[in-house]
Nanobody, 118 residues
Framework: QVQLVESGGGLVQPGGSLRLSCAAS????????MSWYRQGPGKQRELVAT???????VYAGSLQGRFTISRENAKRTVYLQMNSLKPEDTAVYYC????????????WGQGTQVTVSS
């Protein structure tokens, strides 16, 4: 069993910054990719950014430059630094972890609300 605990969400004014964290715990042999997704009001869940075990990063095209994903393997934690936030960044942000090898698993956090408003 794998648990993901997210933190760092909240209310921020336009132009502000937030840093999200997601810590994985439980029966984990290894972690492959760690990602952040988001789901805005009335929208489908979308990928924000992914970071592989080797540190390669992939971003949704419109977010690169404002958002930065990073990870601390020893802590099994992934971060999302969000700068220059806009009202359209308002969403529930979800952490996703792909574990393995040898056993491959796909796990989601409970989500953390980010609201960008003046």
């Amino acid at each position: 069993q794998v648990q993901l605990v997210e933190s760092g969400g909240g209310l921020v004014q336009p132009g502000g910054s937030l840093r999200l964290s997601c810590a994985a715990s439980g029966s984990i042999e290894s972690i492959n990719a760690m990602s952040w997704y988001r789901q805005g009001p009335g929208k489908q869940r979308e990928l924000v950014a992914t970071i592989t075990s080797g540190g390669k990063t992939v971003y949704a095209g419109s977010l690169q430059g404002r958002f930065t994903i990073s990870r601390e393997n020893a802590k099994r934690t992934v971060y999302l630094q969000m700068n220059s936030l806009k009202p359209e960044d308002t969403a529930v942000y979800y952490c996703n972890v792909i574990t393995g090898p040898p056993r491959v698993g796909n796990f989601w956090g409970q989500g953390t609300q980010v609201t960008v408003s003046s």
